[in-house]
């Protein structure tokens, strides 16, 4: 019979385990911008804080980690979670005593005069009582029965394909009446994927706010986007209404392009059988074309359309509420401060709104904290765009979302997305606009890894996903309507 | 003297006097969010401290088969909580039905035997995987309402239920010996390496062994460790780095990719499923040679297949020969004309896919690989004689071929938001439809080197993983021997340093989002 050897396999895994534990001891390393985890084979079951109490009870063990393990420990006590100090911003004390920032401070001096619902962040409305507050547009909805209430929502990636404003639609939508699923650009790389409505088209060329080359500034717009035709482009919309039935149809559909004296005409085939012309002539900086009725899908063709340019197309109601989703994948809004005053103005003749949410951040927050001088410059200017060619219309800044970067403690609030969440506010603040806080709606830190267990985020930690958006719809429409109902 | 003599002291206080009782507990306690898998921190100490007590019982093989069954029942509790039971219900009919089938006559009352084993251990798996399934297919074809159950799956319920069924199968085959009580029959069933992710190990290949002294050779200890040492760095360093960083993202939201991203990540998942049920396999196999138990492999470098024939010879072993012998040729196999044959191949793929999860996805799944096994068999017939298949570069455009088929078919298992509407019309393919579209009509090949290069971990994670797979076995083999012949430093070192290896990557930073198409 062969040697027995069943007595080696317990030497073995215990003499590496013995080794493993050993390896607690050792310092931190790092080789060029990489630094090597701590070996704790026990973090599991080991408490933080057994761990200060041993500490600060035993001056042997405190000289032994102060002497191989100072990097660490330091590293460790920095709580996560404080809000980094601005450049430029003054420390204040709470009521508590706790150290805060003044932005902190005016943002809760605020939210203490407003009525709060239980597990409803609120929107902190910093306008006192100038136009541009949220009571415009509160007062509109209070007459959405009569008239359409229009919503713009201007984002980054987190909203593409109608993600989250899909939901919030159809949660105001059921509330105050309307269907349709907005304005859509005539192509987009989610078109063909949404939820929401199923966009065909042919024949364009897009050029986007993003784009390195290309985009030419006396065509930007408040979507970001442009195109222009060749003879015979089209562009279909036929509303899904699976997901969420009220986007399944509507009142009437218009064709935006810019101003400029084309001879070309488009055409509008609504349900794939009525076929209505207009000029494409117009005297406005920004032109549309209208058809109206029971419309479940609905063609627009252009026929020599020349060096015209074009914007998009909507499904829209008469009255109720109607929500626009302007999400460009990548961007930070910095085209909203380059928008021309005349399209701006135009645009909201064309489609008057009466909310605009600006809701950016991801592209920009990072691993670190950074002061966000030149991202707080840039949305200033957006705003005060907005403010001054888009008079009487509300502006609701959103604050980033949860991202969350892993380290050796775990999951944590990437440190450059609560700086960010501070210089939002400070915007804010300095533009006299409504603030939301969407990051402490969510649950604060930790709320994004909770979203990906459940399905409703992505495994990047930052991207959400249909559930996950109808989730986050909930929050900012409870936070609308408590200030609705308390205005 | 003193202070070294306090250091070490300090040592112990800080390893050892953080614990906190009640977390440690709580990790001893059932999870449903962590299951205890052979990759975990917990799972090396409970090892340990399970493999110092198995050495001590070596030669008292009463107090070792119940220890070990014990452990092996508190292994599944960790996963699946007081549903142990279910084991424990399987184990007993079956070890039952066993002895009555041994001293059964008739060949009537032998059926109606195996009947009731089948209804038993099928009947579990059916309600507690399927109900929900097939309620609403039921929906969807009679229009009736179904509202799904909250039904929980216990973990590794069709691998335990297989093993079983093989045991009862086997003596109604008379292939084997049913076992001399019901303890040794527990701990068949029960064994925990293969307990909750196989491989399905047959009673005829397990059973002899128990009544063997437990030895653990030179060979089975240095192999062993290799198996467990490679099928961590498979499991938990491949497959779990390259899923979260790349593979999960690409599949939970494929819009955000161009199309080159969209087929690196199929290319992806095709090792990430490898490494990690592979992986997962050898860990099984490596404990148990080190408890002095073989197992058969389970998986033979599968994408080297020349044929979706080769491919199920090298994937899953344990599965597609259980199928094979249990399903395939209870059906009739190739006894009963070519068109039965066919038939019995698709009838046994379908239901192999659905064996794997109870969702549209994995039927479709199993149909393209029995569509596929019966157009090669076809293949077969027609081209015997043609001197073309047996040129070398058309085994290499078939191994090509074939391993685009499986990762397509990858895409298909991967994606389970398929609904019956995709059987009929172009919608309902869910993230599958956009990931074919992405790569058909978004490619955007100029964009791989700024892709490889911003996920160059990723990258080279995948590479090298396919680069091992495609060595030549002979080489792998003198690997695996030259590692065994080393001193047993050796193997603790290796396993320190895939241990550190593993908790590097497991608490590495993730790689941040990034679009290359905008």
Redesign the interface.
């Known amino acids: 019979m062969e040697k027995d050897y069943l007595k080696k396999v317990p030497l073995i895994v215990l003499t590496a385990i013995f080794v493993l534990l050993a390896m607690y001891w050792i310092p931190p390393l790092a080789v060029g911008g990489w630094h090597m985890r701590k070996i704790d084979l026990l973090a599991d079951v080991r408490s933080d804080s057994a761990v200060n109490q041993l500490i600060a009870s035993d001056s042997t063990l405190a000289s032994v980690i102060m002497a191989s393990d100072s990097t660490a420990l330091n590293d460790d006590k920095m709580p996560d979670s404080v809000p980094p100090v601005l450049e430029g911003s003054h420390l204040t004390r709470d009521k508590s005593g706790k150290l805060i920032t003044m932005e902190d401070s005016i943002i809760n001096a605020k939210a203490e005069v407003t009525e709060t619902r239980s597990g409803v962040t609120s929107i902190i409305d910093m306008s006192n009582g100038a136009p541009c507050g949220m009571s415009s547009f509160y007062n509109a909805l209070a007459m959405a029965s009569g008239r359409p209430v229009r919503i713009a929502v201007i984002g980054d990636s987190f909203i593409e394909g109608d993600i989250m404003t899909s939901k919030l639609r159809e949660l105001l939508q059921q509330r105050f009446g309307g269907k349709g699923v907005g304005y859509l650009p005539i192509t987009s790389i989610t078109a063909g994927f949404s939820r929401t409505c199923k966009q065909t088209f042919s024949g364009w060329t897009q050029h986007k706010a993003v784009d390195r080359t290309g985009y030419v500034d006396t065509y930007n717009n408040i979507t970001g986007n442009y195109f222009n035709a060749s003879n015979g482009a089209w562009v279909s919309l036929t509303g899904l209404g699976g997901h969420y039935p009220l986007a399944g149809s509507c009142n009437s559909s218009s064709f935006y392009f810019l101003g400029g004296a084309g001879s070309g005409y488009v055409t509008a085939v609504v349900n794939g059988t009525d076929s209505t012309y207009f000029p494409l002539s117009t005297a406005s900086t920004v032109g549309h074309a209208t058809v109206h009725g029971n419309i479940k899908t609905v063609k627009w063709m252009v026929r020599d359309p020349g060096n015209m340019v074009f914007l998009g197309a909507s499904m829209d109601c008469d009255n109720g509420v109607i929500v626009d989703n302007f999400a460009m994948r990548s961007s930070s809004g910095h085209h909203l401060s380059r928008v021309p005053a005349s399209t701006m103005n135009a645009f909201n003749q064309a489609r008057h709104y009466d909310l605009v949410i600006i809701m950016y951040g991801l592209n920009v927050a990072g691993h670190n904290n950074s002061a966000y001088t030149a991202y707080c410059k840039t949305v200033t200017a957006a705003i005060n765009n907005i403010k001054s060619n888009m008079p009487g219309t509300s502006v609701l800044v959103v604050g980033c979302s949860d991202r969350e970067e892993r380290t050796s403690t775990g999951w944590h609030t990437m440190k450059g997305v609560l700086g960010l969440i501070q210089a939002q506010k400070r915007v804010a603040i300095d533009c006299n606009v409504a603030f939301w806080d969407l990051y402490s709606a969510m649950g604060g830190e930790g709320s994004i890894v909770k979203m990906v267990r459940n399905g409703e985020a992505s495994k990047d930690y930052t991207h959400i996903t249909y559930k996950g958006g109808d989730r986050i719809a909930r929050y900012l429409y409870d936070a609308l309507m408590l200030g609705y109902d308390n205005r | 003297m003193d202070n070294l003599w306090?250091?070490i002291?300090?040592?112990f206080?800080?390893?050892?006097?953080?614990?906190?009782p009640a977390?440690?507990l709580h990790?001893l306690a059932y999870d449903e969010?962590s299951p205890l898998i052979f990759s975990s921190?917990?799972f090396?100490?409970l090892?340990?401290i399970f493999?110092?007590i198995?050495?001590l019982l070596?030669h008292k093989s009463l107090p070792r088969t119940l220890f070990v069954v014990a452990f092996s029942y508190f292994f599944y509790y960790k996963s699946s909580g007081m549903y142990f039971f279910l084991i424990a219900i399987v184990t007993c009919s079956d070890y039952i039905i066993g002895e009555f089938l041994t001293v059964a006559r008739s060949r009537t009352a032998r059926k109606l035997l195996v009947a009731l084993s089948l209804a038993i251990d099928l009947g579990l798996l059916a309600y507690f995987k399927y109900t929900n399934f097939f309620g609403q297919m039921w929906s969807g074809i009679t229009g009736a309402p179904w509202h799904n159950l909250d039904i929980f799956l216990p973990v590794g319920i069709s691998f335990f239920t297989f093993q079983s069924l093989s045991y009862i199968i086997d003596i109604y085959r008379r292939k084997i010996k049913p076992v001399d009580n019901l303890l040794d029959y527990a701990f068949y069933v029960s064994f925990f390496p293969q307990l909750v992710a196989g491989p399905i190990v047959r009673a005829s290949d397990f059973l002899p062994q128990i009544y063997k002294p437990?030895?653990?050779?030179?060979q089975?200890?240095g192999q062993?460790?290799w198996f467990i040492i490679t099928g961590l760095f498979k499991k938990a360093v491949i497959s779990d780095f390259i899923?979260?960083n790349f593979v999960?993202?690409v599949f939970?939201?494929p819009?955000?990719f161009s199309g080159i991203e969209n087929l690196l990540g199929a290319y992806g998942y095709g090792l990430q499923i490898y490494c990690d049920f592979s992986g997962y396999s050898d860990m099984a196999i490596g404990l148990a040679l080190?408890m002095?138990f073989r197992f058969n492999i389970n998986f033979n470098n599968p994408y080297k297949a020349v044929s979706v024939t080769d491919f199920w010879r090298r994937w899953h072993i344990s599965l597609s020969t259980w199928l094979r012998d249990y399903l395939y040729i209870s059906l009739g196999g190739n006894r009963k004309g070519k068109f039965r044959q066919y038939l019995n191949l698709f009838i046994t793929m379908l239901l192999g896919g659905l064996w794997h999860g109870a969702a549209l996805n994995f039927v479709l799944w199993g149909a393209m690989h029995g569509l596929a096994l019966i157009i090669h068999k076809l293949w077969m017939t027609l081209s015997q004689g043609w001197q073309l298949v047996t040129a070398k570069w058309w085994n290499v455009l078939m191994t090509i071929v074939t391993f685009h088929f499986v990762i397509f078919a990858w895409m298909l298992f991967r994606n389970p938001d398929i609904t019956w509407s995709a059987l009929t019309g172009s919608a309902g393919w869910g993230n599958l439809g956009?990931m074919l579209?992405q790569i058909t009509h978004?490619f955007k090949p100029e964009l791989l080197p700024d892709v490889v290069a911003s996920y160059w971990q990723v990258m080279m994670l995948i590479a090298i993983g396919y680069i091992l797979h495609f060595i030549p076995d002979s080489f792998s083999q003198q690997c695996k021997q030259a590692f065994v012949r080393m001193p047993?430093a050796v193997?603790?070192l290796a396993?320190?340093v895939m241990?550190?290896i593993i908790?590097?990557v497991k608490?590495?930073?993730?790689h941040?989002?990034i679009?290359f198409?905008?």
Request: glycine share 6%; charged share 10%.
């Open positions: 306090q250091n002291l300090s040592f206080k800080l390893q050892f006097g953080t614990i906190d977390l440690l990790q969010k921190g917990l090396l100490f090892f340990a493999i110092v198995y050495t070596q437990v030895v653990v050779t030179r089975m200890l062993g460790f899923s979260i999960d993202r939970d939201n819009i955000q080190l002095g956009i579209s978004s047993v193997y603790i396993l320190i241990i550190v908790i590097q608490t590495s930073e993730i941040p989002f679009y198409q905008f």
